[in-house]
């Protein structure tokens, strides 16, 4: 009886042993998938910190953007109320001598610019 009781014991050591190293061995690779996780939750907050900068500079270029933007219409309805007050298809009409250098001077200033734009660099 002895025998069989030193066997059992044996038995039950070998698995209690078995047990302990599996255990052990699945304790130690969750260690290690906590580690890798808490890097990852670390990269997803510098991550999550550099697109709330982003962020914040992206809306004050649009906010600047949309304040060039209220400007530019401004000068434009300026410029088409200042054109809706002067008629010049009427005022050449009514003094050629007048407008008609005016309008071909500019005329040729501006073709002028236009075709040598990038003519005068010197690179």
Do not use: C, W
Not at 15 to 24: C, E, P, V
Not at 70 to 79: F, H, R, S
Request: proline share 2%; no cysteine; hydrophobic share 40%.
């Amino acid at each position: 009886m002895t025998k069989y009781l030193v066997i059992a014991l044996v038995v039950m050591l070998g698995l209690f042993y078995a047990y302990f190293k599996i255990t052990q061995d699945k304790i130690a690779f969750l260690n290690q998938e906590v580690a890798t996780l808490n890097i990852a939750n670390e990269q997803n907050q510098q991550t999550i910190q550099t697109m709330k900068v982003t962020a914040e500079q992206n809306a004050e270029r649009n906010r600047e953007l949309q304040s060039n933007l209220d400007a530019a219409e401004a000068g434009l309805n300026t410029l088409r109320r200042t054109l809706q007050e002067h008629n010049l298809t009427r005022l050449a009409a009514e003094k050629p001598g007048l407008i008609e250098p005016r309008m071909q001077g500019a005329t040729n200033d501006l073709f002028e610019n236009y075709f040598n734009f990038g003519r005068n660099d010197t690179r």
